[in-house]
């Protein structure tokens, strides 16, 4: 089946940064695009950022476009979210998540990670 | 951009009944629409992909529908652990990913 699990969150000053990291284990990590989706406190789902398998695809959502870079290290089954910028806004939960398959034009997402927590305060 | 749009934003259900979420789409998606369930402090769980074919481990009691704009949830006979947020998701044109905004089922 697989585990995603998030690491890497936790208070930040308005205008930081921080890398998030997403490790993977249980199966051929190389075989699947992944995304990255965040979650406010008490609202709903957004998807922030995307990364195929060998990363010669990455898209980003415009809220986070310029600020936020995703990257992987296929050998370290690891996926990254390097933040900047950081705004309250971008206050939430972060999960890690993988897609189903490759078929087109896209497939949804069958294995989540629990999810790590981001808090922009001063 | 494809917005999602689920109603109703609440459902309260009594449990052994059944329970009908629906999703509507700003643009066609054909069946390349998903459905998720989270439950408080969980990560979501995928349910649905293809508008209709169930996840892994899925239980039958869960059923989706649709096609184009309109979709269908149902969850047949309602179950102490069904009551959660559930969101559907288009993957059709993206990106964006495109999520609804939830619709909240709970205990009546």
């Known amino acids: 089946e697989g585990q995603l699990v998030e690491s890497g969150g936790g208070l930040f000053k308005p205008g930081g940064s921080l890398r998030l990291s997403c490790v993977a284990s249980?199966?051929?990590?190389?075989?699947?695009?992944i995304i990255w989706v965040r979650q406010a406190p008490g609202k709903g789902l957004e998807w922030v950022s995307y990364?195929?398998?060998?990363?010669?695809?990455?898209y980003y959502a415009d809220s986070v476009k310029g600020r936020f870079t995703i990257s992987r290290d296929n050998a370290k089954n690891s996926l990254y979210l390097q933040m900047s910028s950081l705004r309250a806004e971008d206050t939430a939960v972060y999960y890690c998540?993988?897609?189903?398959?490759?078929?087109?034009?896209?497939?949804?997402?069958?294995?989540w990670g629990q999810g790590t927590m981001v808090t922009v305060s001063s | 951009e494809i917005v999602m749009t689920q109603s109703p934003a609440t459902l309260s259900v009594s449990p052994g009944e059944r329970a009908t979420l629906s999703c509507r789409a700003s643009?066609?998606?054909?069946?390349?629409l998903a459905w998720y369930q989270q439950k408080p402090g969980q990560a979501p769980r995928l349910l649905i992909y293809?508008?209709?074919t169930r996840a892994t481990g899925i239980p039958a009691r869960f059923s989706g529908s649709g096609s184009g704009t309109e979709f269908t949830l149902t969850i047949s006979s309602l179950q102490s652990e069904d009551f959660a947020v559930y969101y559907c998701?288009?993957?059709?044109?993206?990106?964006?990913?495109?999520f609804g905004q939830g619709t909240k089922l709970e205990i009546k």
């Open positions: 998540a993988r897609r189903r398959s490759m078929r087109p034009p896209g497939d949804a997402f069958d294995l």
């Open positions: 249980g199966f051929t990590f190389t075989n699947y695009s």
């Open positions: 990364i195929s398998r060998t990363s010669n695809f990455i």
């Open positions: 643009q066609y998606v054909s069946t390349n």
């Open positions: 293809g508008a209709s």
């Open positions: 998701q288009q993957y059709n044109n993206w990106p964006p990913y495109t």
